[in-house]
């Protein structure tokens, strides 16, 4: 089972895309196929939150293999905006039971054609409608526990802001990022309010974007070694705290369970930053620092770039983008990336094994992947 | 990879349902729970076709397993009419690698409670662009493919209308089946036009309903022995032939292969009939029958009840109902039941090996399941 290498990724650039869905998933694809040095694949495996709606697409993974000229089995996988990972984990099981040998993984989203209040609304089902009756959102149930976090762990707002900031200059080395300029704290702190204490800065923007994967059994320089996944109650107001994710927690334990490492192994890690108080909690949720000190962490520069624990190496959700049916994926080809050595001006030095971590819904379908160079 | 066992099923009735579609879910896999004797499962895996539009519902698989009370992993599996075989495949997959042991697999639709013309226009999502554009719907193209096929194989209405017939005396018997009676020849001969040739009651109806199947890797005595798995081109201009379905024969291939059967071995058969002429085409796509002879088998009673080969003893898709997020399920479901001695008043003797055919969107995403008794 623990036998699944990635073989090669591919990714579009994220931000405000012309071309049609699945135009960007041909790209994303011919790029992993090309750097996989594959010709032939047994299946594809698509991810996609929200086609039917954001782009007037059904029948999604078919009409992704239609444009790849790929009439191989096909299946969409959905997880709310972890689904890049999810459709990974699938494709994993697909490889890892011996059915298929070499696997095209999929995922993207188009969704900055479509007026911001319309998208919110979208993105809102999937809170628990006991939730959303009162009006809830993504970004006001964030503010939510932003504002418990910052009462329970005297987090204050410039630290929030300085995960922006850090996120946008890592970005500024990623030729696929949304964002690809740094931003001051000022700036961030003077952004709009979106729902206090939340500003625009401190919110992943809408992107339009796709990623691709090539899953084999074949031995290659990057195993899949940890798998976790957990999920939580629909509604906020059933879970027992506030201030971290116990389906991150859990699917941390399961994935370092399966990878035989703990979170001091890992070299760096991609988290879901859709806000910025969450990198600090997934940080604190995958045991990279105790409870309460992913603010000093980042304060103190251990999850820079050039730290001992760099995070969002890419630029997060925050500066790549966040269309939501790529996020997952573009993380594990970020990770795939600083192990192969192919991360360029944002290398991270000695990279070995590396993490991602995805949020899907209001944190209650999350999923934690582990990759090894070997 | 090839140890992969059902432990029990459970459905809903189908039909016109007041309840919402968790609830419908819940009802399923509380039976198939019971029926496995299991209390504990390592994941969820979830079908639905487009909770989104039709019920308001995002993040369907967490709130399926909000639902049933498991804080579970939890995907959600989409191919368009046949996602409840593709989360079946999925489940497979994820039993057969070894990751989990006992997956509980759901599929579920409401979609009774939306104006048909919208359900109608939904549905069309699934055609590729550059037909939908000229109007095409999914009994438009039906009724291309079934004129054709007339022409070319001298298939008369009336033998069209005896699928119709055939099915609804299989679902008389089915307490689970959306239509429960029998029908006339003369009455689907004198239902009204939907697109010709294609009338009323050679359509399965919009239905509401869900199914939910039990995989271990605990042996059991139901085994899943053959699956398969293709895609065709999006458009149906695009292919050699209007008169079979090539994803069905490909998918067909590979699961007679892995379960090393012919389609001679096969003791029963549930095929994806949402038009009377799918039925005709699916027997031959399946090898049950020679290129333009399914009519003729069907005519001399072989695809009754108690004929030498029963074709959909559950009563179809046209009897038992077509939740699209559930009917590949439901299928499989029926093979089930009669491999176990559970199909109760349609009970088909001496059944060993079943086979179930689901279709996606228009033929380009179909799946084929073998279950053997063991």
Known sequence: ?????????????????????????????????????????????????????????????????????????????????????????????????????????????????????????????????????????????????????????????????????????????????????????????????????????????????????????????VRVSGLGHATDTLSLLHRDSLTGFSATQEAAKKAYSMAKIGPLDVDLAEVHDAFTSFEIIDCEDLGFFKKGEGGKALKGGITALEGDLPINPSGGLKARGHPVGASGLAQIVEIYWHLKKMAKKRQVDMAKIGLSQSIGGFANNNLVTILEAC
Do not use: W
């Open 1 to 221: 089972m623990d036998k699944v290498f990635v073989a090669g990724c591919g990714m579009t650039r994220f931000g405000k895309r012309e071309e049609p869905l699945s135009e960007l998933v041909f790209e994303a694809a011919k790029m992993a196929q090309e750097d996989s040095g594959m010709e032939d694949f047994d299946a594809v495996y698509a991810g996609s939150m929200n086609p039917e709606e954001l782009t007037d697409d059904g029948n999604i993974s078919t009409v992704f293999t239609d444009r790849l000229g790929m009439q191989k089995p096909s299946l969409r996988i959905e997880t709310a905006s972890s689904t890049g990972a999810g459709v990974f984990h699938c494709a994993f099981f697909a490889v890892a039971s011996g059915f298929y040998k070499n696997v095209m993984v999929v995922g993207g989203e188009k969704m900055t054609h479509i007026p911001t209040p319309k998208t919110t609304q979208i993105m809102a089902r999937v809170i628990s409608p006991i939730e959303r009756v009162y009006g809830a959102t993504m970004p006001s149930l964030a503010a939510l526990v932003t504002r418990r976090y910052m009462h329970e762990f005297g987090l204050d707002r410039e630290t929030l802001g300085l995960v922006a900031v850090k996120n946008h200059h890592n970005g500024s080395f990623n030729e696929y990022a949304h964002f690809q300029k740094e931003i001051s704290l000022k700036k961030v702190l003077e952004s709009r309010m979106v729902s206090d204490p939340l500003r625009l800065y401190d919110c992943a923007p809408i992107s339009d974007g796709a990623c691709a994967c090539v899953l084999t059994s074949n031995k290659k320089d």
